[in-house]
């Protein structure tokens, strides 16, 4: 018996995003906000709970989301968990053995287990999904990591939190996450499945037959259509994926610049837009557009760092303002357009998530929410500190700094099998 490769395809059947009304959409900020949340939301799931992230970490944090979809898992709930091979890389080993003896069901995206795995095409694709839905009811999406806010992989233990945000959904969006983290986990399972098929098959057919079925199913899903609202509160799923969704999130980030009138407010660590997402910047500011940064100043990555450095100049020449976050790692990636737009998500404005990364973004037209999140990040501003003069080196230096960093990140591209101007 053979896999049938005709279906493999299927696990991206995953909806176009459009926006649709009768949604509850709630801010929350830091996993202090968000873990209680998921944890109350998973403890009432009763059918099925799909959880897609980049770390899961096994520290007091971790550990408790854990617990409660062990809890499930024991209830009879369908729990199916699908971690990054590389954002989990550092604890792969204990979340294994966190679910171990459970019926919890972990796979793991694009593993690194074996030394010539990373020699495999599309190892710098990675799952940067965060996101948990419960009985297609309630979900979460955003930047939050299964982490404790004050604790990072590779800088220990902080006094300050994170600063980073995700919301809760419910409503008709909510399917549209399922679908999405569902087909997260369908795509690693296959892979799987296809990568042992010799000796798996000549045992037993099980494991693929369950991920056929589950293809089956998505095959199911009704795409989003535009739709009067329900309740006034309207809001989008948008997905970045390497098939149909490449330029998702980039596009609704452009479209929504180029139509500011009053304001564009954006936070992220990560920044090194295209030219077209810059551009969009330099003519909202161009045209009375206030266009605020909000970006890192306690850095965890220097190349990141020297990245975003090299568009400073550039971009407050055409009154573009930038700030940066210094009381703790940035980590937040949110919008604020206007009066009646913002998105809360998992992508970065950077290479590796505008044309590489699998993300997620909610976009939210709603004036609350939109208030709400402005209110945040003008807080998170009034501690931080504006740039002011000229930033890194002048002259020849300046340029040679700039084209270095464009040049490395036209080599990581082109390894990444990534063609076309940036």
């Not at 971790?62 to 699908?82: C, E």
């Not at 204990?94 to 593993?111: D, H, I, N, W």
């Not at 600063?163 to 996450?177: I, K, R, S, T």
């Not at 399972?189 to 099980?206: I, K, N, P, T, Y």
């Given at each position: 018996?053979?896999?049938?490769f005709?279906?493999?395809s299927?696990?991206?059947?995953?909806p176009e995003p459009?926006?649709?009304?009768g949604?509850?959409v709630?801010?929350?900020q830091g996993?202090?906000?968000?873990?209680?949340?998921m944890?109350?939301a998973?403890?009432a799931?009763?059918v099925?709970i799909?959880?897609?992230t980049y770390?899961f970490?096994d520290?007091?944090a971790g550990t408790r989301?854990?617990d409660?979809l062990?809890r499930?898992?024991?209830?009879g709930?369908a729990?199916?968990?699908?971690?990054?091979?590389?954002g989990?890389?550092a604890t792969m080993g204990?979340?294994?053995?966190l679910f171990?003896g459970?019926?919890?069901?972990?796979e793991?995206?694009r593993p690194?287990d074996?030394?010539?795995s990373?020699?495999?095409p599309?190892?710098?694709?990675?799952?940067?999904h965060?996101?948990?839905v419960?009985?297609e009811?309630?979900?979460?999406v955003g930047?939050i990591?299964?982490?404790?806010?004050?604790?990072?992989?590779n800088?220990?233990?902080?006094?300050?939190?994170r600063?980073?945000?995700a919301?809760q959904?419910?409503?008709?969006?909510?399917?549209a996450?399922?679908a999405t983290?569902?087909?997260?986990?369908?795509r690693?399972h296959?892979?799987r499945?296809?990568?042992?098929?010799v000796?798996?098959l000549?045992r037993?057919?099980a494991?693929?037959?369950?991920?056929?079925?589950l293809v089956?199913q998505?095959r199911g899903?009704?795409p989003?259509?535009?739709?009067?609202?329900?309740?006034?509160?309207r809001a989008a799923?948008?997905v970045r994926?390497?098939?149909?969704q490449?330029?998702?999130i980039?596009?609704?980030?452009?479209e929504?610049i180029r139509?500011?009138?009053t304001?564009?407010?954006?936070?992220v660590?990560?920044?090194?837009?295209g030219r077209g997402?810059?551009?969009?910047?330099?003519?909202a500011?161009r045209?009375?557009?206030?266009?605020r940064?909000?970006?890192?100043?306690?850095?965890d990555?220097?190349i990141?760092?020297m990245?975003?450095?090299?568009?400073?100049d550039?971009?407050?020449?055409?009154?573009?303002?930038?700030?940066?976050?210094?009381?703790?790692?940035?980590?937040?990636?949110?919008a604020i357009?206007?009066?009646?737009?913002?998105?809360?998500?998992?992508?970065n404005?950077?290479?590796?998530s505008?044309?590489?990364?699998?993300?997620a973004?909610?976009?939210?037209?709603d004036?609350?929410?939109?208030?709400?999140?402005?209110?945040r990040?003008?807080?998170?501003l009034?501690?931080?500190?504006?740039?002011?003069?000229a930033?890194?080196?002048?002259?020849w230096?300046r340029w040679?700094?700039?084209g270095?960093v464009a040049?490395?990140?036209?080599?990581?591209?082109?390894?990444a099998?990534?063609t076309?101007r940036?």
């Amino acid at each position: 018996m053979a896999l049938d490769f005709t279906r493999l395809s299927a696990w991206s059947a995953v909806p176009e995003p459009s926006f649709v009304g009768g949604n509850r959409v709630e801010l929350l900020q830091g996993g202090d906000d968000l873990f209680p949340r998921m944890e109350q939301a998973i403890d009432a799931a009763s059918v099925e709970i799909w959880l897609a992230t980049y770390i899961f970490h096994d520290d007091p944090a971790g550990t408790r989301i854990a617990d409660s979809l062990k809890r499930a898992a024991a209830r009879g709930v369908a729990v199916q968990v699908v971690v990054d091979g590389f954002g989990s890389i550092a604890t792969m080993g204990r979340v294994r053995a966190l679910f171990a003896g459970s019926e919890v069901r972990l796979e793991v995206f694009r593993p690194l287990d074996r030394w010539y795995s990373w020699l495999q095409p599309g190892q710098l694709r990675r799952l940067h999904h965060k996101l948990c839905v419960c009985d297609e009811r309630v979900a979460f999406v955003g930047g939050i990591n299964l982490i404790d806010d004050r604790h990072d992989i590779n800088h220990g233990w902080m006094d300050a939190p994170r600063l980073d945000f995700a919301v809760q959904v419910q409503g008709p969006l909510a399917a549209a996450v399922h679908a999405t983290a569902r087909a997260m986990w369908v795509r690693s399972h296959l892979w799987r499945g296809w990568r042992d098929e010799v000796r798996v098959l000549a045992r037993s057919a099980a494991p693929v037959g369950d991920a056929l079925a589950l293809v089956r199913q998505m095959r199911g899903v009704n795409p989003l259509v535009d739709e009067e609202p329900a309740e006034p509160m309207r809001a989008a799923f948008l997905v970045r994926d390497n098939l149909r969704q490449r330029r998702a999130i980039e596009r609704s980030y452009v479209e929504a610049i180029r139509r500011a009138r009053t304001r564009v407010d954006l936070a992220v660590p990560y920044f090194y837009p295209g030219r077209g997402f810059r551009r969009a910047l330099r003519a909202a500011a161009r045209r009375g557009v206030r266009v605020r940064l909000l970006l890192q100043g306690k850095f965890d990555y220097r190349i990141a760092a020297m990245a975003a450095h090299a568009l400073y100049d550039e971009l407050r020449a055409h009154g573009v303002r930038i700030y940066e976050y210094t009381p703790a790692f940035l980590h937040a990636k949110v919008a604020i357009v206007d009066d009646n737009w913002a998105t809360v998500g998992s992508s970065n404005i950077d290479p590796l998530s505008l044309l590489l990364n699998l993300e997620a973004n909610v976009v939210v037209r709603d004036p609350d929410f939109t208030a709400e999140l402005a209110a945040r990040f003008e807080q998170a501003l009034a501690v931080s500190a504006e740039v002011t003069g000229a930033r890194g080196q002048t002259g020849w230096r300046r340029w040679l700094h700039r084209g270095f960093v464009a040049w490395l990140a036209h080599l990581y591209l082109r390894v990444a099998g990534i063609t076309g101007r940036y």
